[in-house]
Structure formats: structure tokens, C-alpha cells
């Protein structure tokens, strides 16, 4: 059974800093991997799909990367800033149900000013 | 474009009520979905569909029921809510299985 695991649950920076969030997941049969954003209240905001023949990403400050043979993927935020505050959550579509996604519990980013 | 839209967003039921929880989207997407999520659980499939008249049962399909008749609507059903299913509800689309997925902003169920 495919788990996702993300670590740390928590995470407080500083303004400005370069900050790398982990997602490791245990089969590496997967379809695709998805990153997304939720803040308070609100839906998720997809923010980088990476399919599995790709090994990364790229949007702004935000660089995904995808290596299936360790089962993690980093999602790298460039110069943080306070709005970049939310919880970022990691999904991996299953190779033999890609319409399925299995989801991480989530990072909550703190950036301090 | 209103995206995926979600009624209503905060309800609370009453154990053995029943109640339907309302998905929409304006995408033109065949899959929609959807989850709960609850603290510590991260987000789990509850049922999802393929396109109009084509549904499938996700990881916590027991107390929910779905119909999909339209491309556009996707109803989720409690049957007889439970304390259990207390929780924020999520639909998602997407196009197709190589294009993200899009959320609604949730509805937020407590059963009492």
C-alpha cells in the first residue's frame, strides 16, 4: 500500500531564507507527483506536477524534483517570503490507478518577517 | 471562470440525518473526486468518477453515496451522518490523470 510521508509537520523560518520541503513515499510505481498549497480555511492551489518520467519542476521561486529510485520528491522555495506562509502538501498518483492520489499530511510553513 | 464551486460551506447535522453536499465545476473535466480531510489524516478518496454515469468507490467510501449524471455535477450523499464523519469535505477535477487537480474551498460538516 502506497504511504506518503512528509517531514517536518511544522516549519518557522525567517524572511528571505532558502527552505527545502520533503515528501518521500514508499512504492515507486508511481504516475505522477503533485504539489500543492492550502491556506486557512481554503482549497488546495495546485502549484507543480511532475510526471514520473520527469526529475523536476520548475515555477518562480518554486523548484520540484522527483527521484523514484529513493521514493522522495523536494519542493525548494526560493528567498521565502511571509505570504509563502501555508501548509504545502505532496500527492502521488498510483501507477496502476493514476486518477487515484494518495496525499502526505502536509508542512505548515511559518515565514517569519 | 468559477472553477470547481462547493455549497454550502458550513453545516451541521444531527446524528441519522441525511443531507446532500453539492460539487460543480465549469472546466469541462470527465474526473471528479471526492475527500475528506481531518487533522493528522491528511486528505483520503472517498469516491470518484471517470465521467458522466461512471463512479468508483476511493479509500473511505462507507456512508457516502455518488451519482455522476452530468460532466459538470458531482453530489456527494451521507446517508445517515454519523459523529464520525465529522470533518471538511473537498471535490477536486481535473482534465485528464496528466493535469493537476483543482480544488473547491470545502465544506465543513459537524455531526452532533
Known amino acids: 500500500k502506497q504511504e506518503v510521508t512528509q517531514i517536518p509537520a511544522a516549519l518557522s523560518v525567517p524572511e528571505g531564507e532558502n527552505l527545502v520541503l520533503n515528501c518521500s513515499f514508499t512504492d515507486s510505481a508511481i504516475y505522477n507527483l503533485q504539489w500543492f498549497r492550502q491556506d486557512p480555511g481554503k482549497g488546495l492551489t495546485s502549484l507543480l506536477l511532475i510526471q514520473s518520467s520527469q526529475r523536476e519542476q520548475t515555477s518562480g521561486r518554486l523548484n520540484a524534483s522527483l527521484d523514484k529510485s529513493s521514493g522522495r520528491s523536494t519542493l525548494y522555495i526560493a528567498a521565502s517570503q511571509p505570504g509563502d506562509s501555508a501548509t504545502y502538501l505532496c500527492a502521488a498518483a498510483l501507477m496502476d490507478s493514476s486518477y487515484k492520489l494518495i496525499f502526505g499530511s502536509g508542512t505548515r510553513l511559518l515565514v517569519r518577517p | 471562470n468559477a472553477g470547481v464551486t462547493q455549497t454550502p460551506k458550513f453545516q451541521v447535522l444531527k446524528t441519522g440525518q441525511s443531507m446532500t453536499l453539492q460539487c460543480a465545476q465549469d472546466?469541462?473535466?470527465?474526473?471528479m473526486s471526492w475527500y475528506r480531510q481531518d487533522p493528522g489524516m491528511g486528505l483520503r478518496l472517498i469516491h470518484y468518477?471517470?465521467?458522466?454515469?461512471?463512479?468508483d468507490q476511493g479509500e473511505v467510501p462507507n456512508g457516502y453515496n455518488v451519482s455522476r449524471s452530468t460532466t459538470e455535477d458531482f453530489p456527494l450523499r451521507l446517508l445517515s451522518a454519523a459523529p464520525s464523519q465529522t470533518s471538511v469535505y473537498f471535490c477536486?477535477?481535473?482534465?485528464?490523470?496528466?493535469?493537476?487537480?483543482?480544488f473547491g474551498n470545502g465544506t465543513r460538516l459537524t455531526v452532533t
Open positions: 472546466m469541462n473535466h470527465e474526473y
Open positions: 468518477s471517470v465521467g458522466a454515469g461512471i463512479t
Open positions: 477536486a477535477s481535473r482534465g485528464d490523470r496528466n493535469s493537476p487537480l483543482h
